[in-house]
């Protein structure tokens, strides 16, 4: 699918939190290490010892921090900040409790580990809205705590094991709050979105009364076969269905004498029509929101054999969500009255589509259609009432 401005900012949010969270990672981090090791140790505390528990990786463990940080500028540049918070996590993980079992396994020295970090990563885990990277957070810091009391029985455990418990539920608390505001601010983006392209297809069927409801016909039908085929996500189908109503938003441009011509249309009438998927998109492309819909809009006219237009597309040349609307558009013109002739009956126009298996569909797509169908033809008996059942000889394959 298209990845437009919306898309954008999604990625400079992600990349912005990363960064924030980078930064307090390192700074807060070393520097409260080099005040608990270093500073305390030595102008407050006289019964410590200065400096990093002996054994264990020592400076080393810094070292393996760092070297995460040119990891984390590669991801950045590649566009890809969501991995990097995982890739931090599951190193902590991994080197803390290595480094810890080293030092304090098989010893009587008392567990003393700074462990900022930890609450770092606990605190700020609402900021990626993201819950699966919270709940590995929070279980990967207790599973490490409970791994290292089973193995050096140290009372000192207790203390984070009972910390972070309190910790995680603020923080999923903050969590939820936060991905409750952005799921409020994106229903309203998509039911304004959904406003502005009804209204669109509202004032392209003023044009055509015939056409009153072919988008939205398209678009249940479109939809029912794309939900069988399991390969698109929620937003996908999504964006698909306003692709789907906005399939024949290029024909606002040809003239009314035209588009309801009550016979059949002469060659250059016929050119004007193909005119279409192209003035559609240039129409919508650059709208936020919308971009997703512009393989759909230019290329529903396809051919699985290559004589479609306008790019004579051929094959698996042809966008997916394009292939499913074309059987979907065919269908529709076909079961529906139009000025030049009437409607096909439902066997009729079922026929017509398995007939196109090959040459003018994709086959794929035309037995997702078959299996479809029973619904698809309730839909259309619901829409239309007797009207679907009448026959006419003139239809057209193509909407």
């Known amino acids: 699918m298209h990845k437009g401005l919306l898309y954008s900012t999604v990625l400079n949010q992600e990349q912005r939190a990363i960064k924030l969270f980078l930064v307090l990672f390192y700074v807060i981090g070393f520097s409260f290490d080099a005040f608990y090791f270093y500073i305390f140790p030595k102008y407050m505390s006289h019964t410590r010892e200065i400096g990093l528990p002996s054994g264990g990786f020592g400076y080393g ?19 890809k900040p969501t991995v990097i918070k995982y890739v931090y996590i599951y190193a902590y993980l991994a080197a803390t409790v290595i480094n810890d079992l080293i030092v304090y396994i098989g010893t009587d020295k008392s567990y003393d580990s700074s462990n900022v970090g930890e609450v770092l990563f606990v605190l700020f885990s609402p900021i990626f809205l993201n819950k699966r990277y919270f709940w590995i957070v929070t279980g990967g810091l207790t599973c490490k705590y409970v791994l290292l009391f089973a193995a050096i029985h140290q009372p000192t455990l207790i203390l984070p094991l009972a910390l972070y418990p309190i910790l995680s539920s603020m923080s999923y608390i903050m969590l939820n709050r936060f991905i409750g505001y952005v799921n409020a601010i994106r229903d309203s983006f998509n039911w304004q979105m959904e406003g502005i392209v009804k209204g669109i297809v509202a004032t392209l069927e003023l044009k055509d009364p015939y ?75 650059h709208i936020e929101g919308l971009q997703d819909s512009v393989s759909v809009i230019l290329h529903h006219h396809e051919r699985w054999d290559g004589r479609g237009y306008p790019d004579k597309l051929a094959g698996e040349e042809i966008p997916l969500m394009a292939r499913i609307t074309a059987v979907a558009d065919a269908f529709d013109a076909m079961t529906t009255k139009r000025s030049y002739r009437d409607a096909l009956s439902l066997e009729e126009a079922y026929d017509r589509i ?46």
């Open 61 to 79: 463990i810094y070292l393996i921090q760092l070297a995460l940080l040119p990891i984390a500028v590669y991801l950045i540049r590649k566009q």
């Open 211 to 285: 056409t009153r409801g072919h988008s939205e016909r398209v678009a249940h039908f479109s939809l029912e076969i794309a939900k069988r085929l399991n390969r698109f996500s929620e937003e996908e189908i999504k964006s698909y269905y306003y692709a789907c109503l906005l399939h024949d938003v290029g024909k606002v441009s040809i003239p009314d004498h035209i588009l309801t011509k009550p016979s059949s249309l002469t060659d250059n009438e016929f050119e004007i029509i193909k005119t279409h998927p192209v003035v559609g998109v240039n129409a919508i492309k």
């Open 354 to 399: 398995v007939q196109g298996k090959g040459t003018q569909f994709d086959p794929l797509i035309v037995e997702v259609f078959q299996e479809a169908f029973p619904s698809l033809a309730q839909y259309v008996q619901a829409e239309h009432g007797k009207e679907a059942g009448f026959s006419g000889k003139n239809a057209l394959v193509s909407g």
